[in-house]
């Protein structure tokens, strides 16, 4: 996801405050765990999901095709709910 995309907007932390309110909401409708495949080319966002605990747990190679290329896929995710998990 692009949020930040215009200089002027970046480095603000909007999309770690989005990342917030979409796990607030997961949280409370009972979800357990997230997760996220995010652009291996965009350090932002992979940033983002390290900063906020998401655990990396590799990259899927050319995995998925935007604007006329094939692109490397991270993935993360972070347990929200253990309880949830481990019972």
Do not use: T
Not at 9 to 30: H, I, P, V, Y
Not at 41 to 69: F, K
């Amino acid at each position: 996801m692009r949020v930040a995309k215009r200089p002027e907007f970046r480095g603000k932390g909007l999309m770690a405050a989005l990342l917030e309110q979409l796990e607030n909401e997961a949280q409370s409708k009972g979800l357990n765990c997230l997760y996220s495949l995010s652009r291996a080319l965009l350090p932002g966002i992979n940033a983002v999901l390290s900063a906020a605990g998401y655990s990396y747990h590799g990259r899927l190679i050319n995995d998925c095709y935007i604007c006329g290329i094939f692109e490397d896929m991270n993935i993360w995710q972070e347990i929200i709910n253990p309880k949830g998990i481990f019972s």
